[in-house]
């Protein structure tokens, strides 16, 4: 079956513009988890859902940063006002279950760039 | 303050030794640790994963250890080879908490 999908793959935009990134898990799973990784780097943690309620934000930098996943699958994360520092990869992951022992799988992420 | 810490950046090994890559970690009491492997440009693959009561796990070429007195795991690749070559990162949690804390991860290259 299909893997976790993420839209654009890349993302270009202006400071000051809001971006909102799409993630597409795998179906059937509880668990959707989203991370921001720079280069050289682990992902690190922004948020977490459980179907389509939001368990953990506190890993969203600021109040510019919000997700949600209304209807327990699709989710989008949306960065209003974007700032250069903002730049980076930004990627979804999901399990089936929502334990830590849970396999998280990962997708290929987008790539944003803020000018 | 909790932190990961890999050894080394960067690892180089002969094709046909044993990989070792260290994950040490502070002020944590996971309950799991798991290992990802990561080629460039995609997202981290789940590897393996060991729970706190485990002192040992297999996988194939693989196996992990993880030993809570010392705060370490230990990733190993025995008869290593060229297409092991990747980024592997360790990622633990805490009981009760989905939220997965990622090292910086240990880029492996194995050199024929």
């Known amino acids: 079956g299909a893997g976790v999908s993420q839209s654009p793959r890349y993302k270009v935009t202006k400071r000051g513009q809001d971006v909102a990134l799409r993630c597409d898990p795998i179906?059937?799973?509880?668990?959707l988890y989203w991370y921001r990784q720079a280069l050289g780097q682990g992902p690190e943690f922004l948020t977490y859902?459980?179907?389509?309620?939001?368990?953990?934000k506190s890993g969203l930098p600021n109040d510019r940063f919000s997700a949600e996943r209304p209807e327990g699958s699709i989710s989008t994360l949306t960065i209003q006002r974007t700032e250069q520092r903002d730049s980076a990869m930004y990627r979804c992951?999901?399990?089936?279950?929502?334990?830590?022992?849970?396999?998280?799988?990962f997708g290929p992420g987008t790539r944003l760039t803020v000018l | 303050s909790q932190k990961i810490e890999q050894n080394s950046e960067a690892l180089n090994i002969q094709e046909g030794k044993t990989a070792t890559l260290t994950c040490n970690y502070t002020?944590?009491?996971?309950?799991?640790l798991q290992w990802y492997r990561q080629d460039p440009g995609r997202g981290p693959v789940f590897l393996l994963l060991?729970?706190?009561?485990?002192k040992e796990k297999r996988k194939e070429r693989l196996k992990v250890t993880f030993d809570t007195t010392l705060k370490q795991s230990l990733f190993h690749i025995t008869a290593s080879q060229p297409a092991d070559s990747a980024t592997y990162l360790c990622?633990?949690?805490?009981?009760?908490?989905?939220?997965?804390?990622f090292g910086t991860g240990t880029r492996l290259t194995i050199i024929p």
């Open positions: 859902f459980s179907y389509e309620a939001q368990q953990d």
């Open positions: 990622a633990l949690d805490a009981l009760g908490n989905e939220k997965l804390t």
């Open positions: 002020n944590y009491s996971p309950a799991y």
């Open positions: 992951a999901s399990s089936l279950g929502s334990g830590g022992w849970d396999t998280q799988y």
């Open positions: 179906s059937g799973h509880v668990s």
């Open positions: 060991i729970r706190e009561n485990e």
